[in-house]
């Protein structure tokens, strides 16, 4: 494995061949790929990385187009008969990556691809295993789409800590051994983006932002839309589900015997009857939650066994 030398500002210091491999995910983006793809091959030529194109079963002929770059060294090409979603098409990208380091970038343009060098700098400065492009404000250009993006990233700080701030961010890097690692249980929908920087945060490795800059789309449409958002939300509890279950069951039991509790005390004391139905009901019903939680917790314990296991 051959590791380069960096500055801050991400240039190269030292010969940095094999290192890093970006991966495109494409789907009806013909319009503007005759524009990104050379620019993204040219800057693979330059510093001796690679890149992966994914078409993800698209219609509008940019199979064709991709087709055309195929007679490049540093280039690979994926087709997808049918559209498995775009993190289905990122995890073909991951599991044909041999280089010790990865990127992620969407095709539309709106990138900036000097970004690359300075992601990369800044992960092997800092010895990070993720490194997540923070697009600030310049990310969030439709109010729609930033009132969701919101809504979600406070939702998951509810249930784990999170030190990212831009989570859904398409542009990220990526340790490849890692990233290899978890796909397996990373969904194939838009949900891929939040859901494996929130495994990667779980399982303890050091996940870092950057500042990035993007531009507004040219041409096209993006596909993000409220279902999309919604599924993030449902892939995001699940993933607590799946690592950290008590975050969810326990706040449950305990509200349940709290309020059981309080209401069969004020019956007995207060009022001076015997202890209502009702406040047994939810005394059981949160030893019941409490019970599945350790339950779940047990099977979580497992699940990360085998995710951590070599």
Known sequence: MIIAKFDTQGNTLKNSTGI???????????????EVAPRIIRLCEQNQWQVIFINDGSRDGSREILAGFAGSAN???????????????????????TTPFLVTIDADGQHNLEDISVLLGFALEQDADMVVGNRG?????????TIGKRIIRLFTRMLMPLPIRDLNSGFKLYRTDLAQKYISVCPN??????????????????VLEHPIT?????????TINTYTAFETVLEIL???????PLRIFMPFAIFCISVGLVWGTIIL???????????MLAIVTGLIFFILGLLANQIAA????RLQSP
């Open 238 to 244: 699940n993933i607590v589900l799946m690592f950290a």
């Open 269 to 279: 004391f207060v009022v001076g009857r015997g202890v209502s139905v009702g406040a």
């Open 189 to 206: 929908s838009m949900a891929f983006s939040d859901v494996i920087t929130l495994i990667f945060v779980n399982q303890r490795n050091l």
């Open 302 to 305: 497992i699940r990360m066994e």
């Open 214 to 222: 993007v531009t507004p789309r040219k041409v096209g449409k993006s």
């Open 75 to 97: 280039v690979q090409i994926i087709h997808h008969k049918v559209n498995k979603g775009y993190g289905g098409a990122i995890k073909s990208g991951i599991r044909a990556v």
């Open 20 to 34: 890093l491999t970006i991966i495109v995910p494409v789907y009806n983006e013909a319009p503007i790929l005759p």
């Open 137 to 145: 404000q310049s990310g969030d250009i439709n109010p729609y789409r």
